[in-house]
């Protein structure tokens, strides 16, 4: 991520999707986008699962990137093994 980051030009059309829950990743991303001139042009924005590090979706809101929640549907026996899974990654 941070290679591509830094690879990344501010008057390009380049854009980065991070769908991390990890605090010290989304950290890294938000300095560097700061760093590279790209937070103003919304080069790299960030998606986390709806329900899932609420708090670190805040923090990135607040310090005026986007970001998105996404919310998996289907039929309970595809959507369950996959929230599990999340769960038990976010431990």
Do not use: W
């Amino acid at each position: 991520m941070e290679h591509i980051i830094r690879s990344m030009k501010p008057e390009g059309s380049d854009m980065l999707f991070v769908a991390s829950h990890n605090t010290d990743t989304c950290e890294l991303a938000m300095t560097l986008s700061e760093e590279l001139d790209l937070k103003d042009k919304n080069c790299v924005r960030f998606g986390q699962l709806k329900g899932f590090s609420d708090q670190v979706t805040s923090d990135i809101s607040q310090k005026g990137f986007q970001v998105f929640k996404y919310l998996p549907f289907g039929p309970t026996e595809q959507v369950m093994p996959y929230l599990v899974r999340r769960g038990q990654e976010s431990r």
